[in-house]
Nanobody, 115 residues
């Protein structure tokens, strides 16, 4: 099983980034996909989630209207489009797949929002 995140980097406030997570080794289309983030000294927090069929979404209040989660069940990928980025969005972003008690994590990708 692998979840590999990409797309992180350094961006100025107000800018955009698109994170992508490539999944392999499990039945991707049956799993809820989530993006979490963890800033230095803080707990990991759920940013966005998407149901297995791509219909139902969840967003943390802090990112509503700025971030969009999407998935491609043919390509086994889940993306996080991040717009209007703020310094407080700086964190390591993790991709997570969950189905019942089964839980997979990626290694994370760093997002830094700074001028």
């Amino acid at each position: 099983v692998q979840l590999v995140e990409s797309g992180g980097g350094l961006v100025q406030p107000g800018g955009s980034l698109r994170l992508s997570c490539a999944a392999s080794g499990f039945a991707f289309s049956r799993y809820v996909m989530r993006w979490y983030r963890q800033a230095p000294g803080k707990e990991r927090e759920l940013v966005a989630a998407l149901s297995s069929d791509g219909v139902t979404t969840y967003y943390a209040d802090s990112v509503k209207g700025r971030f969009t989660i999407s998935r491609d069940n043919d390509k086994n990928t889940v993306d996080l489009q991040m717009n209007s980025l703020k310094p407080e969005d700086t964190a390591v972003y993790f991709c997570n797949a969950v189905r019942g008690p089964v839980d997979y994590w990626g290694q994370g990708t760093q997002v830094t929002v700074s001028s």
